[in-house]
């Protein structure tokens, strides 16, 4: 793949307005899929399970099966476009989208056209500058997703030099909600941030909802986005790009710088941009071409001929919208006000993407300092060596538990990164792994004053220095005694008793 050219970001900003626009689909966890009673694989109780096993006719496509909609799947829709400032239509329809989907047996997908569940919304998107940015919805509508393609034999994965694929239908059918945007003008240099804070938003909501996992690597929530560049003072739009299924925050943020640049490099030496789908590539930092993105027009919608039009009643939307959680933007003021932490320390648990973690280990017991210390310190950087999400490895209530031993003088920091390191591992709580592993902190003096006079008796030169007052003199002392003890002494404990017993000898 021939690397692209680009343009320096702050000159690209100075030649063309960037343009942008996001379709986010979430995956709902109802227990069952959009119009099958097939197991929901988005569901955490239903994951893990074997390729083609939770699958239905209806799921399939066979002849003679036909669909029906999920209620569950239609409520969470509802509380969603509410949360997202939306008018729910009195009457909305399903519709056919004909297109050819490999890893969708209809070829074809019930969706929702121009009478989706909601729309005319509004969202408030907080920049990390601090910078407020109404984000303006188009709409909301239901949808099914596809299934899994599996590329066999290539290097990349990809169908390109693949020997063959495998479909997996599992997928196929669960239930998703497409929040789509209006256009966005005036983000100017904090677009690849606003991306970014977009979609965190919208994940915010969907978690404080209930309605989905929103895992982004586990494609529960995955964004389009889409990027155009308007040249200053011409007053017309460009040709856009739509980089795909783009799969965690930071690439979301990443994908726009890149677009911007290697658009800006095109249409600066009077180039054309090609309105088509890009792949985003997290190992390389850069998109590729896919197909030709097609208009509304080229999928033929028409009315779902087997599903009636959703019309929930006043009453219903009146019972879901009491019970919609507080704004993201409200929510995060509220916690930091109470956590009575800095811009930066907020903002801090902010960029890790942890703050559901934070809050509920604060919520189990934990003062908020030390809950924001683990998580985004230790835990962070265990989760940044597996390639894995922090909050996949170790529980809110067993990092409270974790943190409560440590408060207790049960457990120091080195000890408690041991027994995190078990948790991790599987070997059980906090308390349970520090039994088994016999971390627990020594509090009775008559170990550590054996331990300490023979660290002495070994450095007769350090004990004489302690002793003509150069008390500096004991980290040595301190460090032989911690080695001894395994770490499992207390070091403001064991100075002590080192000062104290110099003197005595």
């Known amino acids: 793949m021939a690397k692209a050219e680009l343009m320096d970001f702050d000159k690209a900003l100075e030649l063309f307005e960037p343009v942008l ?68 239509a009195p009457s909305s329809r399903f519709a056919r989208k004909n297109y050819f989907y490999p890893d969708l047996a209809k070829n074809y997908q019930i969706s929702q056209s121009d009478e989706p569940i909601a729309h005319d919304g509004n969202v408030e998107v907080e920049l990390p500058n601090g910078r407020v940015f109404q984000v303006s919805i188009e709409r909301a509508h239901m949808e099914e997703d596809a299934g899994k393609l599996t590329h066999v034999g290539g290097s990349t994965g990809r169908i390109q030099g693949a020997e063959y694929s495998l479909v997996d239908y599992n997928r196929a059918g669960v239930p998703l909600v497409e929040i789509v945007t209006n256009i966005i003008y005036g983000a100017e240099g904090d677009a690849p941030e606003l991306a970014k804070a977009y979609v965190s938003t919208i994940r915010d909501i969907a978690t404080a909802l209930g309605i989905s996992e929103a895992k982004m690597e586990r494609g529960n929530l995955r964004c389009d986005a889409n990027i155009s560049l308007t040249p200053r003072g011409s007053g017309k739009l460009g040709t856009r790009t739509e980089t795909k299924n783009v799969n965690s925050l930071r690439s ?15 249409l600066a030496k009077g180039g054309t941009i090609t309105q088509e789908t890009r792949h985003w590539h997290e190992d390389t930092g850069v998109t590729s071409a896919g197909r030709p993105k097609s208009d509304a027009d080229d999928y033929r919608y028409f009315p779902e001929p087997d599903l009636l039009p959703v019309q929930p009643s006043i009453e219903l939307i009146e019972e879901l919208r009491a019970a919609l959680p507080e704004a993201p933007a409200v929510r995060r003021r509220r916690l930091k006000d109470a956590w009575g932490f800095t811009d930066l320390e907020f903002q801090d648990v902010l960029n890790s993407g942890l703050l559901v973690e934070v809050e509920e280990t604060v919520a189990a017991g934990a003062a908020p300092a030390q809950a924001r210390k683990w998580w985004t310190g230790e835990i962070a950087r265990v989760a940044n060596q597996a390639g894995v999400d922090a909050s996949s490895l170790v529980s809110p209530l067993h990092v409270s538990e974790l943190i409560a031993m440590i408060e207790n003088g049960e457990l120091t920091d080195r000890l408690a990164r041991q027994v995190l390191e078990g948790v991790v591992a599987g070997e059980g709580s906090p308390g349970e792994v520090t039994t088994a592993r016999g971390l627990v902190v020594v509090s009775d003096d008559g170990p550590l004053i054996a331990a300490i006079d023979e660290a002495l008796a070994a450095q007769p030169d350090v004990l004489a220095k302690i002793r003509d007052g150069k008390v500096q003199a004991a980290g040595a002392v301190i460090g032989a005694v911690m080695k001894a003890m395994r770490g499992t002494a207390d070091a403001a404990r064991v100075r002590e008793l080192v000062l104290e017993r110099a003197q005595q000898q």
Do not use: W
């Not at 979301?252 to 095109?266: D, T």
């Open 21 to 88: 626009g996001f379709e986010v689909h979430i995956e709902l966890n109802t227990k069952t899929k959009m119009f099958s009673d097939a197991p929901n694989p988005a569901n955490s109780e239903n994951q893990g399970a074997e390729p083609n096993t939770q699958i239905t006719p209806v799921d399939l496509g066979l002849p003679g099966s036909l669909p029906v909609v999920n209620e569950q799947a239609v409520k969470f829709a509802i509380s969603l476009g509410l949360a997202l400032g939306c008018e729910i």
């Open 252 to 266: 979301v943020e990443r994908a726009i710088r890149y677009e911007i640049q290697r658009q800006a490099a095109i």
